[in-house]
């Protein structure tokens, strides 16, 4: 299994952006730096910004990032690309809209942001985000975007693919204990998707197949192990039958839960249940 010490030396190998020791240091001098956060990550780089958001976002989260926008750098940059990333949120309060109102009525702003792009998960939230976008009315072009190579070719320049690339790695990295996290949020939400599962643990979902596939597991292999973990556990009550337990756990039938269990145990659910039972 990849560990976080792993992940963190194959950035290191490669690395085009470097860490800001917090905010405060990110404008003192955020050429070729990022800075991350619990629910955002800010960088810049040879005239490209950007901002990435995940999971639930608050005003005050909102605020926070955007403090560390361009137009607060110590040293005034020259207008350049920036994108906002919001592919992996999963809601947003009131207060966002407000907060970004605020930043897009600022006139300094427009000295520093030549184009800008917005990467969008599609649904609910593309609306949402069209709609800010309608109101914050920004006096730059601006685009929404569902894939990131068509961000990247639109704002221009050979190094937005791979400097995009780079930042979705930081954020695996910034995400302690991936598979973990996912092997608890599939015990507890059996049903999920990959991209809900990945919305969740504040990834994109090509992201989390890569850390799986790095890991040689799949999300249908952690989901299959999630699902027998839950079995082993309601197989162990006084009372527990197979049947009951494949349907508590999300299995179709019987059959279908003694075949995922003699996968990953090696035998039916019963005959586990039966040595349990002797050893304890």
Not at 20 to 37: E, M, N, S
Not at 134 to 151: K, M, N, S, T, V
């Amino acid at each position: 299994m990849i560990t976080e010490r792993d992940a963190r030396a194959s950035l290191h190998a490669k690395m085009l952006l470097s860490p800001a020791l917090g905010p405060d240091d990110f404008l003192l001098a955020p050429h070729g730096r990022y800075v991350i956060a619990d629910r955002w990550l800010a960088f810049y780089r040879a005239g490209l910004s950007g901002l990435v958001l995940w999971g639930d976002q608050t005003g005050a989260d909102i605020a926070s990032a955007l403090a560390v926008a361009p137009s607060r750098f110590a040293t005034p940059v020259p207008p350049h690309r920036t994108v906002l990333d919001v592919r992996s949120v999963r809601s947003v309060d009131a207060d966002v809209v407000g907060a970004f109102r605020r930043l897009f009525a600022q006139p300094t702003l427009y000295g520093f942001i030549a184009r800008g792009a917005v990467l969008h998960p599609g649904g609910t939230l593309e609306l949402m985000v069209a709609g800010m976008q309608a109101i914050c009315a920004p006096r730059f072009p601006a685009a929404l975007f569902a894939d990131l190579r068509e961000a990247a070719v639109w704002l221009g320049g050979d190094d937005a693919m791979p400097l995009f690339e780079e930042v979705d790695r930081l954020r695996i990295v910034a995400t302690e204990a991936l598979l973990g996290r996912l092997s608890r949020l599939l015990e507890a939400r059996y049903r999920l998707t990959l991209r809900e599962a990945a919305r969740s643990l504040g990834v994109s979902s090509r992201s989390l197949q890569r850390v799986l596939a790095a890991n040689r597991t799949s999300f249908q292999d952690q989901r299959t192990l999630a699902t027998v973990r839950n079995a082993q556990r309601l197989l162990l009550g006084p009372d527990a039958d197979v049947t009951s337990v494949a349907y508590a756990v999300g299995c179709a039938s019987s059959q279908h839960l003694g075949k995922l269990f003699s996968r990953v145990v090696g035998e039916p659910p019963s005959r586990w249940r039966a040595r349990q039972r002797v050893v304890h």
